[in-house]
């Protein structure tokens, strides 16, 4: 546990004896390491042990008897905040839709040194005009920036929905977007969050946009983004869905795209590997992030067994964003 409480939200979160190991190994592929783990069963097993020798049992140890499991996080209180409890949402939703026999429980969050409706409230005086690249500054629509501004931007509010530019997984999907698009593009964007990818690939001068997310809420976030700046209801659709299960969805989304970008984890994006050649159109580029450095090769070698070859590795800090064209 931290020191200072105060500098951490404290991430309480839901599952069961069967789920503990697969949360834990979703976190660390989204850069958290360090764990607490509550579980009954650890409670019976100690009870159990024929070689045990106690007289008394506390009540700390006696209340994990009827405990919920659940994995605890702690979360920095920083500008990172709201990205890291959005990007554990967001992982913890893809779980939930894969997990079809209800093994890994509820899969929901509680914060619990700080009410949600505050965090979410707080984390906005952390989210100031970010300049990316050479050509892009991503804004709140609370921020003003000057009228003269020569770069284009991109005007996000997340919500609750991942992407807000300040991850360095973003960055590094918005940097290899500014160097892949080119004017009329088709461009994919699976996962899409809050939509910022999709949104600055338009206003880098794509001209059709499809934006897909297993979260409705990230749907719907999305779609409004998109109309915050200025991009035209004929340039653009959305789609809520798994491309990894739900052939219909892949149907919807077709193929031609000349750019697909994909900020995900490192199990999602290996889920899809196999379906990202048929979106592309010939001659076209794959983008995907949201890889930690311990899984770049994982997932760089499931991509290119698929028919690709790599194009270029940009890093940050301990994250990983590949780009690829078809072989």
């Not at 834990?24 to 009870?47: K, P, Q």
């Not at 967001?90 to 093994?103: F, M, Q, T, W, Y």
């Not at 050509?135 to 609750?160: Q, T, Y």
């Not at 290996?270 to 311990?294: E, H, P, R, T, W």
Request: net charge negative; with cysteine; hydrophobic share 40%.
């Amino acid at each position: 546990m931290p020191e200072n409480k105060n500098e951490w939200i404290e991430v309480h979160i839901k599952t069961s004896t069967a789920g503990i190991e697969l949360v834990c190994s979703r976190l660390m592929d989204i850069g958290i390491t360090g764990f607490v783990i509550e579980d009954a069963e650890d409670f019976e097993d100690f009870l159990n042990d024929k070689n045990g020798n106690w007289d008394y049992i506390d009540d700390d140890l006696m209340s994990l008897k009827s405990c919920e499991s659940k994995v605890i996080v702690y979360v920095c209180d920083d500008r990172l905040a709201s990205e890291s409890i959005n990007l554990i949402k967001a992982v913890l939703k893809s779980l939930k839709e894969s997990d079809k026999g209800n093994l890994y429980g509820e899969l929901s969050i509680d914060l619990k040194n700080i009410a949600e409706e505050d965090w979410a409230n707080n984390w906005r005086k952390y989210f100031k005009p970010l300049t990316v690249g050479n050509k892009l500054l991503i804004k709140p629509s609370w921020e003003k920036v000057n009228a003269d501004e020569s770069r284009k931007v991109v005007e996000i509010d997340p919500a609750s929905s991942f992407g807000t530019g300040q991850h360095d997984t973003t960055q590094l999907c918005l940097e290899n977007l500014e160097y892949n698009i080119k004017s009329g593009d088709k461009l994919l964007d699976l996962g899409c969050g809050s939509g910022i990818l999709g949104i600055a690939g338009m206003l880098l001068g794509a001209s059709w946009l499809t934006a897909v997310d297993i979260d409705d809420n990230a749907v719907k976030t999305t779609g409004e983004n998109i109309l915050k700046n200025n991009i035209s209801q004929d340039c653009f659709e959305t789609f809520c869905g798994d491309i990894t299960t739900d052939e219909k969805l892949r149907d919807k989304i077709g193929d031609g795209y000349d750019v697909v970008v994909a900020n995900i984890v490192s199990d999602v994006l290996i889920a899809m590997s196999k379906y990202f050649k048929g979106f592309l159109a010939d001659g076209g580029v794959l983008i995907v992030s949201g890889i930690i450095k311990q899984r770049k090769d994982e997932v760089i070698s499931a991509i290119e067994n698929c028919g690709f070859k790599r194009k270029k590795i940009i890093e940050s800090e301990e994250w990983v964003c590949v780009s690829f064209s078809q072989i």
